[in-house]
């Protein structure tokens, strides 16, 4: 039995690892770099050691912490070493038990031509291509010729869709092969390719398998991955949309020989390409190790994949025969990542200042490696979240998806959000018509011009705002608005906010009881307003609507109706700072009360020094000097309720003129 896990890998899949270990009572061991010291991963585990290599491929470094800790098994995760069969080796060699496959499954499947060579002696299907050691260019052209363009050229070591190049006619071939094995040995170590017959919309179906030491090997059933974006999963579900019964157990017969044949250990998956007219399908390659997307066979399943490495690891038999597992309900995961899908999908760094996950209710399950306050750097994946949803049946789990992406709210970077939630509601994919070439196909419909917040949407802003400057502890709308009334009878309040390169004006208004909101053109009546920071609720026309306003000075980031916007709010104050400047005075920019006098009358001081302090909308606001210059008269004592608009002290700039 194993006491102790170490688990070679961050984030998200550590946090995994360590959920299942603990319940099985198992003590875990967290390893980091420097960078991921506050890392949720390192705040769960029983324990936590910092690489000193600062590398988590630093193999040496890895097990002398699990000598140290004591531990007597590695968990590697995905990625890193996971596929790595030195380090399945080197932890053979310390007598620390490897949860994953043997070594020779690790070498053979880790290179894809030695992986078909080996499975072309069995009746296993493989894609059409050239997976042969000769690796001269007029020999893999002639190859090329022979199987037919278009063809696609793969890295042997290759992964995570890199090193792969689409070739569509003969006489590129000669310069993408180039390209290709450039690119190979620069991120694989390794120049060899293969070449596979290009199939056109295929779809992309793995089996999850699972072997013991007791040769026993057993199939849970596929996952449908084939909305990619460059050879990238996105979206993954199972079960997959339209596949026969016949099928499935062909394809999961199929995907128990090809682990046979390597003899395997643990859980693996055997990626296939499947033709979308004939539905013929091919071997791709099996990735040695837990996939990202495990979780979508755990909620079909209803079982524990880490819990079933641990046991297989500790010499048990699988816990469940073919015969037992069954399939129940459909699952969806989607891959939630800090990019920006409007710039090509560019990570976005930066520091979560919001993070708030749907509620997890019945059939949805959030796995992620970050919290709130945390940091996304350029040093990893920028992956969120998974967010993984189950129903029983698959329009029921996407709706649920929907929602539970719509609640989703996270501010500090840019997200992929919106994208998937316009993927997932796309009509073509609800119909789970799904080939690999899904996104390139639909870009122009889950990649639409960002537009600016609907009118109800500022409306809604605006009000937030209005009733965030009420005096404190009276969120609901009671009418009571110091100040408003100073300027003169009407009580109305002006709001503007700039989102990208626009302007939006707000005016919110009160007379003879009743509020009204003029935004975009139209005219709202509001009632029924409650604000409890960040969350707004109010009636707009009747309509009863919600959204969170998140403000720090004057940012805004609005969210409403599952999507999320960042304005400005133009600040009276510093607009009025210019102005200020040329009439000699500074006034009021708004109606509050004078705080603090900073300066004395006479005085010169610098551009930028503060000269007063103002008490508006529960915020202190301070004036500051617009430019060098000498303080004249203040015309208000702290304490004084000021109009907006009123002169506040006179001040006169410097002339800097020669
Ligand atoms: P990786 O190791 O990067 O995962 P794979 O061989 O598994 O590489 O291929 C990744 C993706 O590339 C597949 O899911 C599929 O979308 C596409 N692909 C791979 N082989 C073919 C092929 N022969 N024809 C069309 N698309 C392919
Ligand atoms: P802008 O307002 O200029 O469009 P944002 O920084 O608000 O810029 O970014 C909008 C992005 O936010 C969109 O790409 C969208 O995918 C993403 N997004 C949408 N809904 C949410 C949400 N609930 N939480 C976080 N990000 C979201
Ligand atoms: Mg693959």
Same mark, same amino acid.
């Given at each position: 039995m194993?006491?102790?896990?170490?688990?070679?890998?961050?984030?998200?899949?550590a946090?995994?690892?360590?959920?299942?270990?603990?319940?099985?009572?198992i003590?875990?061991?967290?390893?980091?770099?420097?960078?991921?010291? !506050?890392?949720?991963?390192?705040?769960?585990?029983?324990?936590?050691?910092?690489?000193?290599?600062?590398?988590?491929?630093?193999?040496?470094?890895?097990?002398?912490?699990?000598?140290?800790?004591?531990?007597?098994?590695?968990h590697?995760?995905?990625g890193?070493?996971?596929?790595?069969?030195a380090?399945?080796?080197a932890c053979?060699?310390?007598g620390?038990?490897?949860?994953?496959?043997?070594?020779?499954?690790?070498?053979?499947?880790?290179?894809k031509?030695?992986?078909?060579?080996?499975?072309?002696?069995?009746?296993?299907p493989?894609v059409?291509?050239?997976?042969?050691?000769?690796?001269?260019?007029?020999r893999?052209?002639?190859?090329?010729?022979?199987?037919?363009?278009?063809?696609?050229i793969?890295?042997?070591?290759?992964? !995570?869709g890199?090193?792969?190049?689409?070739?569509?006619?003969?006489?590129?071939?000669?310069?993408?092969?180039?390209?290709?094995?450039?690119e190979?040995?620069?991120?694989?170590?390794?120049?060899r390719?293969?070449?596979?017959?290009?199939?056109?919309?295929?779809?992309?179906?793995?089996?999850?398998?699972?072997?013991d030491?007791?040769?026993?090997?057993?199939y849970?059933?596929?996952?449908?991955?084939s909305?990619?974006?460059?050879?990238?999963?996105?979206?993954?579900?199972a079960?997959?949309p339209?596949?026969?019964?016949?099928?499935?157990?062909?394809?999961?017969?199929?995907?128990?020989?090809?682990?046979?044949?390597?003899?395997?250990?643990?859980?693996?998956?055997?990626?296939?390409i499947?033709?979308?007219?004939?539905?013929?399908?091919?071997?791709?390659?099996?990735?040695?190790?837990?996939?990202?997307?495990?979780?979508?066979?755990?909620?079909?399943?209803?079982?524990?994949?880490?819990?079933?490495?641990?046991?297989?690891?500790?010499?048990?038999?699988?816990?469940?025969?073919?015969?037992?597992?069954?399939?129940?309900?459909?699952?969806i995961e989607?891959?939630?990542?800090?990019?920006?899908?409007?710039?090509?999908?560019?990570?976005?760094?930066g520091?979560?200042?919001?993070?708030?996950?749907p509620?997890?209710?019945?059939g949805?399950?959030?796995?992620?490696?970050?919290?709130?306050?945390?940091?996304?750097?350029?040093?990893?994946?920028?992956?969120?979240?998974?967010?993984?949803?189950?129903?029983p049946?698959?329009?029921e789990?996407?709706?649920?998806?929907?929602?539970?992406?719509?609640?989703?709210?996270?501010?500090?970077?840019?997200?992929?959000f919106?994208?998937?939630h316009?993927?997932?509601?796309h009509?073509?994919?609800?119909?789970?018509?799904?080939?690999?070439?899904?996104?390139?196909?639909?870009?122009?419909?889950?990649?639409?011009?960002?537009?600016?917040?609907?009118?109800?949407?500022?409306?809604?802003?605006?009000?937030?705002?209005?009733?965030a400057?009420?005096?404190?502890?009276?969120g609901a709308w009671?009418?009571?608005?110091?100040?408003?009334?100073?300027?003169?009878?009407?009580?109305?309040?002006?709001?503007?906010?700039?989102?990208?390169?626009?302007?939006?004006?707000?005016?919110?208004?009160?007379?003879?009881?009743?509020?009204?909101?003029e935004?975009?053109?139209?005219?709202?009546?509001?009632a029924?307003?409650?604000?409890?920071?960040?969350?707004?609720?109010?009636?707009?026309?009747?309509?009863?609507?919600?959204a969170?306003?998140?403000?720090?000075?004057?940012?805004?980031?609005?969210f409403?109706q599952?999507?999320?916007?960042?304005?400005?709010?133009?600040?009276?104050?510093v607009a009025?700072?210019?102005?200020?400047q040329?009439?000699?005075?500074?006034?009021?920019?708004?109606?509050?009360?004078?705080?603090a006098?900073?300066?004395?009358a006479?005085?010169r001081?610098?551009?930028?020094?503060?000269?007063?302090?103002?008490?508006?909308?529960?915020?202190?606001?301070?004036?500051?000097?617009?430019?060098?210059?000498?303080?004249?008269?203040?015309?208000?004592?702290?304490?004084?309720?000021?109009?907006?608009?009123?002169?506040?002290?006179?001040?006169?700039?410097?002339?800097?003129?020669?």
């Open positions: 194993l006491r102790k896990i170490l688990i070679a890998n961050r984030g998200e899949i946090c995994r690892v360590i959920k299942s270990a603990r319940a099985m009572g003590a875990t061991v967290a390893v980091h770099v420097a960078a991921d010291a !506050g890392a949720l991963f390192v705040r769960q585990a029983d324990e936590a050691w910092h690489l000193a290599g600062e590398s988590y491929l630093d193999i040496d470094g890895i097990l002398a912490v699990a000598r140290a800790s004591g531990a007597d098994a590695i590697p995760g995905y890193f070493l996971s596929e790595n069969p380090f399945a080796r053979d060699a310390a620390i038990v490897f949860i994953g496959p043997r070594e020779a499954a690790l070498a053979t499947m880790g290179s031509s030695a992986a078909k060579t080996l499975l072309e002696q069995s009746a296993i493989l059409p291509g050239y997976h042969g050691d000769e690796q001269i260019p007029p893999l052209a002639a190859e090329a010729d022979r199987i037919g363009y278009p063809v696609l793969k890295a042997c070591s290759g992964g !995570g890199k090193g792969m190049r689409i070739v569509a006619r003969r006489e590129d071939f000669a310069a993408e092969l180039a390209a290709c094995q450039r190979a040995a620069a991120s694989f170590g390794d120049e390719v293969l070449i596979e017959k290009y199939l056109q919309a295929p779809r992309h179906i793995e089996i999850q398998v699972f072997a030491s007791h040769g026993q090997c057993v849970l059933f596929e996952r449908d991955c909305v990619q974006r460059r050879h990238q999963k996105v979206v993954e579900e079960p997959a339209g596949l026969s019964a016949e099928m499935r157990r062909a394809m999961g017969e199929t995907a128990c020989a090809v682990a046979r044949a390597v003899d395997y250990l643990g859980a693996g998956t055997v990626e296939f499947v033709d979308g007219d004939s539905g013929d399908y091919f071997f791709m390659e099996m990735n040695t190790r837990l996939q990202v997307e495990h979780p979508v066979t755990e909620m079909v399943t209803g079982l524990d994949l880490v819990a079933w490495q641990i046991r297989v690891a500790q010499g048990e038999p699988l816990p469940l025969t073919q015969a037992q597992l069954t399939l129940q309900g459909h699952a989607a891959r939630l990542y800090a990019e920006d899908p409007q710039a090509g999908f560019l990570p976005s760094c520091t979560l200042t919001h993070w708030q996950p509620a997890l209710t019945e949805v399950r959030i796995d992620t490696g970050v919290s709130g306050g945390d940091t996304i750097t350029p040093l990893f994946d920028p992956m969120l979240a998974k967010l993984i949803v189950w129903g049946t698959r329009d789990a996407l709706a649920r998806m929907a929602q539970a992406l719509a609640a989703f709210q996270v501010d500090g970077v840019m997200t992929n919106g994208f998937l316009k993927l997932i509601t009509p073509a994919f609800c119909n789970g018509i799904v080939d690999t070439g899904f996104i390139e196909r639909h870009q122009a419909a889950l990649l639409p011009p960002r537009l600016p917040p609907a009118p109800t949407a500022l409306a809604l802003l605006a009000l937030a705002d209005t009733l400057a009420q005096p404190a502890g009276t009671d009418g009571a608005l110091p100040g408003w009334r100073l300027g003169g009878a009407a009580a109305t309040r002006h709001w503007t906010y700039r989102w990208r390169d626009e302007t939006h004006a707000v005016t919110v208004s009160r007379q003879n009881g009743a509020c009204r909101i935004a975009g053109g139209e005219t709202f009546v509001v029924d307003a409650q604000w409890q920071a960040p969350r707004l609720t109010a009636r707009l026309n009747s309509q009863r609507l919600a969170t306003v998140l403000a720090r000075g004057a940012a805004r980031t609005l409403w599952g999507e999320r916007w960042t304005l400005t709010w133009d600040d009276p104050l009025d700072a210019a102005h200020a040329d009439s000699g005075h500074l006034r009021a920019p708004m109606p509050g009360r004078v705080v006098l900073c300066a004395e006479g005085v001081v610098k551009k930028g020094t503060a000269l007063l302090i103002m008490e508006a909308m529960k915020m202190e606001h301070t004036l500051f000097a617009p430019a060098d210059g000498q303080v004249g008269a203040y015309h208000f004592a702290p304490g004084a309720q000021v109009a907006e608009g009123m002169d506040l002290l006179d001040f006169e700039a410097q002339d800097d003129t020669p």
